[in-house]
């Protein structure tokens, strides 16, 4: 009998959790994996939200999570703790997704030890260093101390071989939120709160570092003209935790009645909430994968990304955080039915379903069938 391999799949925060829980599931099925699932907690509360959906429990917790940290802090305490981690488990490949803080350090650990390290999600750029921040700075660095390469499309592939990474190390698998969606997406879930059903619903989020301040508020300023000026609307806002984006959006979007902040939603109920939004207007980079495969038009408050696809396939629209921009094209979705359905195609970039059952089988062929 073939002994074996011991995969330690490393999360932090609550969208790495999404994305590698198909991942996860499908190693736990494997006879030749001994599964190990570490939870650095770089975000507590939404983090155990999806692992308890997915009926993931971590064997090794660090809580790293403390209020207001600073990513100097974080940084050296992640080091520290995955170091002593990785002596005392010995596992023989690593795995984590994404472009956290968790995930660069997670590589810079392995590389430290010469343990190989797998990177599911690679390969996404917007060639500015400081945009997403310190997120485009985590995955480029990432991706020199990877073994295995898991690039969502072409064009991940693509950004990869610009860096010189070696063409035999990547491999173009989709992106496991696909499958994600497609295992929750198919079963109803109670949002929590009543919404007007004769009202169109437009489902916002706003957390991005880098909109934090002046950017993040003439947003919002814009998301309250567009609820005055359009009144068939209703505005629901699972409001990130974050005490600099809890306090604008208090401030601006707080006192109007169809505006809902709401707390942030558990992973099925804001699939529910996308399947029942009419547009969704967001800065995050999931969102910008998901909703395309549920007909849903995304207005992205920001001014690159590093998920060009959807932008190309016409079904993501870049809008920045400038008012009139965000303003114009919400009415011209709100007001052009044509337009809509043009944006509303149902089509995506990113994955099948199937992207951690390629994974997982690429770990087995590393392992087992190396010359």
């Known amino acids: 009998m073939t002994a ?10 609550r969208p790495e959790a999404i994305k590698m829980a198909p991942v996860i599931l499908k190693l736990r099925e494997q006879a030749w994996c001994d599964l190990v699932v570490l939870a650095t907690a770089q975000h507590r509360d939404m983090l155990d939200q999806v692992l308890s959906i997915f009926n993931i429990v971590p ?9 207001n940290q600073a990513l100097p802090e974080l940084t050296a305490r992640l080091i520290m703790s995955m170091d002593q981690l990785l002596t005392d488990i010995e596992p023989d490949l690593v795995l984590a997704q994404g472009d956290t803080t968790t995930v660069m350090v997670t590589a810079m650990s392995c590389f430290y030890k010469k343990i190989p390290f797998a990177h599911v999600e690679a390969g996404l750029r917007t060639g500015d260093i400081y945009y997403p921040y310190p997120e485009e700075m985590n995955r480029v660095v990432t991706g020199h101390m990877t ?17 010189n990474i070696d063409q035999s190390s990547i491999y173009v698998t989709g992106n496991t939120v696909i499958d994600a969606l497609i295992y929750t997406a198919k079963n109803e879930y109670d949002i929590g709160i009543d919404l007007d059903s ?17 950017a993040m508020e003439e947003a919002f300023t814009a998301i309250l003209e567009l609820a005055e000026h359009n009144r068939d609307i209703e505005i629901l806002y699972p409001v990130h935790p974050n ?3 809890l306090e604008v959006a208090n401030r601006i979007l707080g006192n109007h009645d169809r505006i809902h902040l709401i707390e942030p939603l558990a992973y099925p109920q804001f699939v529910q909430a996308m399947k029942s939004a009419y547009i969704i207007i967001s800065d995050s980079g999931g969102v910008q994968e998901e909703a395309p495969a549920l007909s849903k038009p995304v207005l992205v408050l920001r001014n690159e990304t590093e ?10 629209k870049l809008v920045g955080t400038d008012k009139e921009v965000i303003l114009h094209e919400a009415n011209k979705l709100l007001n052009d039915e044509d337009y809509y359905s043009s944006v509303a195609k149902g089509v995506s970039p990113y994955g099948d379903g199937h992207s951690a059952e390629r994974i997982v089988n690429i770990i087995k062929d590393y392992f087992f069938t190396r010359a």
Not at 147 to 163: C, Q, R, V
């Open 307 to 316: 998920r060009p696809e959807a932008v190309d396939m016409g079904v993501v």
């Open 147 to 163: 073994t295995l390469h898991f690039a969502p499309t072409e064009t991940s592939n693509n950004n990869l071989l610009k860096e």
């Open 4 to 13: 074996k391999k011991k995969v330690l799949c490393a999360i932090g925060t």
């Open 59 to 67: 064997d090794y917790d660090l809580d790293i999570m403390q209020k």
């Open 243 to 245: 005490p600099n984006v």
């Open 198 to 214: 004769g009202k169109r619903l437009v489902l916002l989020t706003s957390h991005r570092r880098e909109n934090f301040g002046a």
